[in-house]
């Protein structure tokens, strides 16, 4: 159970019908998260936001005081990202970067550049000859680095230490770092080393990797007698969709940076999370348009549906969600209800695919009543499909801003 702030509520309560489904983003609850964040973590530990997790120009904005730049992966990204809040420092990651994509981004002057391939550090070292032959380009090879086992048994989407299409693999290391440092491109900087290999950790299994992240990039440095400034450990730090109000235990995640800090004073550490950050301020509410037996079961079908919140569908998971009550009944027919205790939420597509909720004990939901579901705030409009089947968009509402 998650359970919506007053203001979130009170909207969720009083918008028109017409104007259901909406997403409703509580600035002030992301203000003050993110301000907790930026507290449990060591001052010479820098935060970035992972920007594909919510792009959303309001979200973007109110990061800002707490954050020191915005991970973009993608030139449709980094010009959203620039205008949203201008001046900040961009990295620029992602894999497949297209020549264009690198002269936009030189143009604009991004901080950093995460290198994916051998082949983008070439293409990247001529456009930077080209476009900003005065400048040094800072760059932070990615590699896929093996995590030791056990550690991320239980991540959703391990992406680091088995075959993938992310990051260098960590056999080119060296031929790697011999290129950024004999000369052979004089218009890049080697910056640092970046990793991002798995989402959905805990504080203790994050810990693990971005220690070992760490020790192997140093010692990489080591080898080829040459000192990093940086070692950025990534994001997907988790989010537990089924116990909503089990948080990343940020604290003792800091306090483990603090420590490997300790170890390596020269060196500045940054994290790039998304999910953690936006997830919980976001809210898709809408009401129960519908409700029905079937076999046995009983669903009950909201206005909206997948289209609008991928997540639960990309994820196998059932979306957390707040039932409100609504007494009033405008019709002369009999209002749907539902007779047993367990309501399994479903949208409009014609698909059995469009599941928000499974096996939600609602007993007594009828047609009309309203839901709110959580953690709507990463990963949710912006991964959805939302011309499928061609439903109207939601509204889009911004709570203390
Ligand atoms: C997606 C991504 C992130 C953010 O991941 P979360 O799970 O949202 O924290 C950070 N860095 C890179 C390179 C990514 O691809």
Not at 308 to 329: I, Y
Request: charged share 20%.
């Amino acid at each position: 159970m998650t359970v919506p702030t007053d203001a979130v509520r009170d909207l969720t309560l009083s918008l028109p019908r017409a104007e259901l489904p909406a997403y409703v983003y509580d600035l002030a609850a992301l203000r003050a998260h993110a301000a907790a964040v930026r507290a449990a973590l060591p001052g010479r530990v820098e935060l970035h936001y992972a920007a594909k997790a919510n792009p959303e120009p309001g979200i973007l904005d109110a990061l800002g005081p707490y954050v020191d730049g915005y991970e973009v992966a993608s030139g449709g990204e980094l010009d959203h990202v620039a205008k949203a809040v201008p001046g900040r420092p961009l990295a620029f990651g992602g894999p497949g970067k297209t020549p264009a994509e690198i002269v936009a981004a030189l143009e604009l002057g991004v901080a950093r550049f995460h290198v994916e391939s051998e082949h983008e550090l070439h293409m990247l070292a001529e456009l930077a000859r080209q476009v900003v032959p005065d400048a040094r380009v800072a760059v932070l090879p990615r590699f896929n680095l093996p995590v030791a086992a056990g550690s991320l048994a239980d991540s959703s989407l391990a992406m680091g230490g088995r075959p993938t299409p992310f990051g260098l693999d960590p056999s080119r290391a060296d031929t790697v770092v011999r290129l950024l440092t004999d000369g052979t491109y004089p218009h890049l900087e080697l910056r640092g080393v970046h990793a991002h290999l798995a989402s959905g950790l805990r504080a203790p299994q994050q810990l693990a990797v971005a220690g070992s992240v760490v020790d192997w990039a140093v010692r990489l440095a080591g080898r080829h007698g040459v000192r990093l400034a940086e070692v950025n450990v990534g994001g997907g730090m988790g989010v537990d969709y089924t116990a909503p109000g089990d948080r990343f235990d940020w604290a003792a995640y800091g306090a483990g940076l603090a420590r490997l800090g300790d170890r390596y004073p020269e060196l500045l550490l940054r994290i790039e999370p998304g999910r953690a950050l936006t997830a919980y301020c976001g809210w898709y509410v809408t009401e129960v348009l519908d409700v029905k037996h079937s076999h046995g079961e009983e669903f009950a079908v909201v206005r909206g549906g997948t289209h609008h919140l991928r997540t639960p569908a990309t994820k196998g998971h059932d979306q957390p969600c707040t039932l409100f009550a609504v007494e009033e009944w405008p019709h002369p027919w009999p209002r749907p209800a539902a007779h047993g205790e367990l309501v399994t939420l479903t949208g409009q597509l014609c698909t059995p695919k469009d599941v928000l909720a499974r096996r939600v004990p609602a007993p007594g939901l009828r047609a009309g009543d309203r839901v709110a579901f959580g953690l709507a705030g990463a990963y949710a409009w912006n991964i959805s499909h939302h011309d499928f089947l061609m439903h109207p968009r939601p509204g889009f509402h911004f709570l203390g801003s």
